[in-house]
């Protein structure tokens, strides 16, 4: 049969990325103690293609894609699925991520009552022909916020919401990514409170209480969470944004923050 994807393109444009999306698939994602967490993963997965070629081979990404999805994932095993990629697809660069939930374990503060807590989370992996793989953790945590502002000038009471922090990092060369669990665990706490799924009468009184003795402007959230990443060993670049879903406005309080360290 012909194989019309490798006849000659004459446009001389070559495509830097060219795959699949929006593919869904299981993927087992190493935990922090060792084990696995089964999730269900929204995949992008594109390599680059040269001037020459007309297209590449579609088929092959999910030929790929499935071994590694039985598999418990993290760092080594994203760039030798990448590697696997150029080499199959005669590619000089490729990129893959996975958009998934992860789930962490939350115990109340005073009930000790223990719940999950689900995260919107995404690996992203990028890797050229002879290079190291270029890794990237993005995790979205939610948290308490208390207005100061409300606070102080109110005789009773303050407004508080619902907020998340997004948070991009890539570590350099020789250093390991850090878990999603520690990840969660030290954004959180850059909020007025923690968040948790299951709330006993008295949690719900100490959660309420601790945010009001922390009130934090969405800007005193973003600052704290950069002294806090600031501190992580090997971390080589980040982004932060932090978003506030405002109780009293129709509109969100918003701040964002990058930088190569």
Request: net charge negative; charged share 30%.
């Amino acid at each position: 049969m012909q194989d019309v994807q490798n006849r000659q393109d004459k446009r001389g444009i070559a495509i830097q990325k060219v795959g699949i999306k929006e593919a869904h698939l299981p993927f087992l994602i190493k935990t922090k103690d060792g084990s696995y967490q089964q999730v269900l993963a929204r995949v992008r997965f594109t390599v680059a293609l040269p001037s020459q070629y007309k297209g590449t081979h579609m088929s092959r990404f999910l030929e790929i894609l499935m071994p590694w999805s039985r598999k418990p994932l993290a760092e080594p095993e994203m760039e030798a699925m990448l590697a696997e990629a150029l080499e199959k697809l005669e590619a000089h660069a490729a990129e893959v991520e996975l958009s998934f939930k992860y789930f962490v374990d939350k115990v109340a503060p005073v009930s000790r009552r223990t719940s999950v807590l689900d995260l919107d989370c995404c690996f992203t992996g990028r890797k050229e022909k002879g290079a190291p793989m270029e890794f990237q953790l993005g995790v979205e945590v939610p948290f308490t916020s208390l207005c100061p502002c409300s606070k102080e000038i109110s005789s009773y009471g303050a407004h508080n919401q619902r907020s998340v922090a997004r948070i991009q990092l890539r570590f350099k060369d020789g250093y390991d990514c850090i878990y999603i669990e520690d990840l969660a665990e030290l954004v959180e706490k850059q909020g007025s409170s923690p968040i948790y799924p299951l709330l006993k009468r008295e949690d719900e009184k100490f959660v309420t209480e601790a945010a009001y003795e922390n009130p934090k402007f969405v800007e005193d959230i973003l600052r704290d969470t950069v002294l806090a990443l600031r501190e992580l060993e090997g971390l080589g670049w980040f982004s932060v944004e932090c978003e506030n879903y405002e109780s009293i406005h129709n509109h969100s309080a918003y701040a964002a923050h990058e930088e190569a360290l």
